[in-house]
């Protein structure tokens, strides 16, 4: 194998997950009428951050979503609330807020789940839409102040 060939494969192998797709969609559910992250939201935020699913220098988007229970008008702000705690969460675990282009609750549309009673525990839901065809290098912190 030639030398050129084998730096490629190891420069493909040594790419974080992450960059290896153009965008990944990673779905977080809530608790009725709750914009507070659930403990098992936080765990999988932590695990997308700790196996490099989310990374500094990805474009990210958050957008948030509420079942048909409710107004719409409480739906729209609840959605809201949703997507900002998520970019809140990820950005005091390490996440540079200047990558996150996007935070948009859109209340009761897009519904994904189908139930006529109770509402639906996936439509309460937030995307983190992660664009890792932009990835940007953070530069590093400089040690002298």
Same mark, same amino acid.
């Given at each position: ?11 493909? /192998? ?76 990820? /950005? ?42 932009? /990835? ?10």
């Amino acid at each position: 194998m030639s030398k050129t060939l084998l730096s490629i494969l190891l420069s493909i /192998i040594t790419l974080p997950v992450s960059a290896q797709h153009e965008t990944d969609t990673f779905k977080l559910f809530f608790d009725l009428g709750i914009a507070s992250l659930t403990s098992a939201s936080e765990k999988k935020i932590d695990l997308l951050i700790y196996n490099d699913k989310i990374i500094n220098g990805s474009e990210i988007m958050i957008v948030g979503y509420a079942d048909y229970l409710g107004t719409e008008g409480r739906n729209k702000t609840l959605s809201m609330e949703r997507a900002s705690n998520v970019k809140k969460y990820l /950005i005091k675990y390490g996440i540079d807020g200047n990558y996150v282009k996007l935070v948009e609750g859109k209340g009761e549309v897009h519904r994904i789940g189908h139930s006529d009673k109770g509402g639906f525990p996936t439509d309460r839901r937030v995307d983190i839409v992660v664009n890792n065809r932009t /990835i940007k290098k953070t530069p590093p912190v400089s040690s002298k102040l």
